[in-house]
């Protein structure tokens, strides 16, 4: 089974669509598949669906959305499952019913999550090692397998709002990793329309604020990387009455104090708040 979440929701058997087209089986479907090999209670999909106040017939409705999935795993199987009538797998065999809730079987297909991690793992590891071309190339590559934000034609209740959240934190951590690791290659008039974009889509976020300020600085717009720091400030205090952190802080006081003619090779420490002088 092949399961894509990173953008739209696909879940392909044996090469065929397993996703239904309509709202509440599709929000089931996105849950098994994201915690597929794993035992999803009826209770979690049942909050998903209805949220705290299910109806009644939630529990026979949950059923009928099972059954739904299931045809659609008996059409795929059809498709092509090798072997005699007796080895042949049934759809109950792919999507169970176990104690207590229902468990979706992966196999050794494709996900597009644990493609992500495995690259933003290795990612990480090679900026540890400070080799950061290395890591620029599988941030990068980690981060083009989103083609939209995770599960971006799917209805979300409480559990996949919660699931949509984790993922999209997981970006944004190889997303600043990735940025840190263009910077310290040199790469900052490359990413100041990248960043641009960022800062205006992430007003409260202090390290892309800081990546921002650097990049400007290091391309000789002094005075736009210290606008880029009260910009954010003004943010943060008009939103939640809090003042930018002190790293923050003190990369823009370095950048106060500093000549035009001073412009660092790279950081000393992170990207996004290492001094400037």
């Known amino acids: 089974m092949d399961i894509d979440v990173l953008g739209t929701l696909a879940v392909r058997l044996n090469g065929v669509s397993i996703a239904p087209t309509a709202p509440k089986p599709r929000q089931v479907l996105a849950l098994l598949a994201l915690r597929a090999g794993q035992v999803v209670p009826v209770g979690v999909l049942t909050e998903e669906l209805w949220g705290a106040e299910p109806p009644r017939s939630a529990r026979a409705t949950l059923q ?16 092509g499952d090798g072997g005699g009538a007796g080895q042949r797998r049934q759809a109950k065999d792919v999507l169970l019913t176990v104690p207590g809730g229902y468990l979706l079987k992966g196999g050794d297909g494709t996900s597009d999550v644990r493609e992500f991690e495995r690259l933003a793992g290795s990612g990480y590891r090679a900026m540890d090692a400070e080799d950061f071309p290395q890591a620029a190339r599988l ?15 799917v209805h979300t209740g409480p559990q996949l709002r919660t699931e949509v959240k984790r993922l999209e934190e997981s970006r944004l951590c190889a997303l600043d990793q990735r940025v840190e690791a263009d910077l310290r290659l040199g790469r900052h ?57 002190p790293a923050l802080a003190k990369l823009q ?8 003619g001073t412009l660092p090779a790279r950081p000393a420490a992170s990207a996004s708040m290492a001094p400037v002088g």
Not at 139 to 153: C, F, I, M
Not at 253 to 260: A, K, T, W
């Open 64 to 79: 009928t959305y099972i059954l739904q999935l299931r045809e659609l795993i008996t059409a795929a199987l059809a498709n």
């Open 139 to 153: 941030l990068r590559e980690a981060l083009g397998l989103w083609t939209a934000p995770a599960l971006a034609d």
């Open 189 to 245: 008039r490359e990413l100041l329309a990248e960043l641009t974009v960022l800062v205006n889509q992430y007003p409260t976020h202090e390290s892309l604020c800081g990546q921002y300020m650097l990049a400007l600085y290091r391309s000789g717009r002094r005075g736009e990387a210290l606008d880029a720091y009260q910009r954010l400030r003004a943010t943060l205090v008009r939103t939640m009455g809090l003042e930018p952190s």
């Open 253 to 260: 006081r370095s950048i106060l104090v500093s000549g035009p």
